[in-house]
């Protein structure tokens, strides 16, 4: 079994973003897909706390879970998969530059 608290959460919300989505559009069951993306906050969400406390869990689980939310109105203009992906991207970046690169 990994070690879960040594896992880069960059990677492991870009699992939970896309791997969320594709499990949703694939199953046709969104609820799988939330699930995916809380599976991944909650491991993240450890980590990040443990870096930076609350205020850093806060505001990462909250970029995280807006991705999610602008990729909706995104998709409109510029297609499902390149906002996925972009959403993806920032909110990767994030967690790396706030907490992963400082572990």
Do not use: C, E
């Not at 960059?10 to 046709?28: D, E, K, M, S, Y």
């Not at 491991?43 to 443990?50: E, G, H, L």
């Amino acid at each position: 079994m990994p070690d879960l608290d040594r896992l880069p959460t960059a990677p492991l919300l870009a699992v939970g973003l896309i791997g969320g989505f594709a499990l949703a559009q694939q199953t046709g069951v969104r609820p799988l897909g939330g699930a995916a993306m809380l599976g991944a906050n909650a491991v993240a969400a450890r980590q990040w706390y443990a870096v930076g406390g609350v205020p850093l869990a806060a505001g990462l689980t909250a970029g995280y879970w807006t991705a999610m939310g602008v990729s909706h109105p995104l998709a409109k203009k510029v297609g499902t998969w390149p906002s996925v992906l972009g959403v993806t991207a920032v909110s990767a970046g994030a967690a790396w530059l706030l907490a992963d690169r400082r572990r």
